[in-house]
C-alpha cells in the first residue's frame, strides 16, 4: 500500500530505495539458478541486480543480463504487517487481467517458495512509462495535460471495475462474508500487529465503521490502493495510462471502496501524506480534477460501458446508492492508511527518534481526519 509516493521500474532511470539493498552473494546464485530453470534467463548469463526507486515498502529492483530487462518485486525481509505485501496476489491479478482492457505490466514468473532468496517474489517486464508521483513533476505538466491525465485515472478505473472477475479466472476471490465485515476484521488484526501506540481515535473510527457498514452491492475486482502514484503514464503521451501498478491489496469487492480509496489520496489525507514528499499531488496543478469532477468521470465512464457493473437497472440502482456511501469508503481508506503508517514503525525498527516521532503525528492526523470524513 502506498505509504511513500513511488513505485516499480517508473522511469528509465531509478535511484535506490531508501533502506533497501541489492541480494546478496548467496541470494544472488539462487535467484540466478532459478531463473534459468523458471527459463527466465538463459544458461551462463549472470544477472545485474540493482534497487530501484519507488516501490513503496515491497523492495523493488531492476534485473538485467543475456538481453532481459526486467523488474523483481518482494515483501520486505522483516517487520511487515500480517497479510501485507502479498506478492503471490499481486502477481495472480495482474496475470489474469492480462489482455483484458486494463493495462497490466506483463507478468514473467512467480517464486513462492521464500527459501530462494528469503522471501516470495515475482518478476515483471520492465515498462518504459512516467509515474506523476512528485508534485514538481506535476507541476511541471501543461495543465491540459494534467487534465487529461486526471480524467484517465478516474476511467481507468471505471474499466478495472467493469471486468467480470470469473470471466478472467478471479472468481476463487469471491468471498460469502460482506467484503465491509471482513476488511474491518483485518485491519483490526493490522492494527494490533503493528504494536504502535494507542491512538483512540483509530479505535473510535474503527467502531464507527462497523456500526454502519453499508449493504454489499456487486462484487468487482477491487484495486485496494488506487491512486495517481500507483499509475503508469505513456512517456510520449503522458496522459495516457501505460499500467496499473501495485496490486497486492486487490481482491474482490465493491467498487466503491476502491473510488473511497481515490478522494482519500486526493483530500486531507493525501495532503498529510505527500506534505514532507514534495507537496500534494493534486494541489501541485490548477489542471488536475478536483475530487467532485474525479468522481463525475468515474461514473460517466462507469455508464459508458458495454459491460459496466451498473448498466443492468438494479446494478444501476445500487450504484447510485452506493455514491452516498462514499464518506464511509473514503473513511475507511484514511484508516487504512493509518495503520498502514503504523507498521512503518514496525519495520522501522532502526527508525530515529525524530523520524518515529513524524510517524506518531502521522498516524494520528490521519485517524483524525477519518473521524472528520465520517461525520461528514
Known sequence: MTAGPTAPGRTSSGGATPGSTTLDAAQLRAFTAWSVAHGVLAPGVEPRIE???GGSSNPTYRVRGGGADLVLRTPPARGGLPTAHDMDREYRFQAALAGSAVPVAPMVALCSDPAVIGTPFYLMARLDGVVHARADAVRELPASTAAAAGRALARTLAVLHAVDPGAVGLAEYARPEPYPVRQLRRWRRQWAASGADPVPA???VLAALSARTPTAGPQRIVHGDYNLANV??????????????????????????????LLAYWGPAGRLLFAERGGHLPDANPGLPTAPELVAEYRAATAESATGWALDRAAGRAAELSIRHIP????????????????ALRRGTNASGARRARIVALVSGLADIARDTLEE
Open 232 to 261: 503508469m503514464y505513456e512517456r510520449a503521451r503522458p496522459d495516457r495510462v501505460l499500467a496499473v501498478l501495485d496490486w497486492e491489496m486487490a481482491t474482490l469487492g465493491p467498487p466503491e471502496a476502491d473510488l473511497g480509496q
Open 328 to 343: 464511509f469508503w473514503e473513511a475507511f481508506a484514511v484508516i487504512k492508511l493509518a495503520i498502514v503508517c503504523a507498521g
Open 51 to 53: 534497487p530501484l526507486a
Open 202 to 204: 483509530i479505535d473510535e
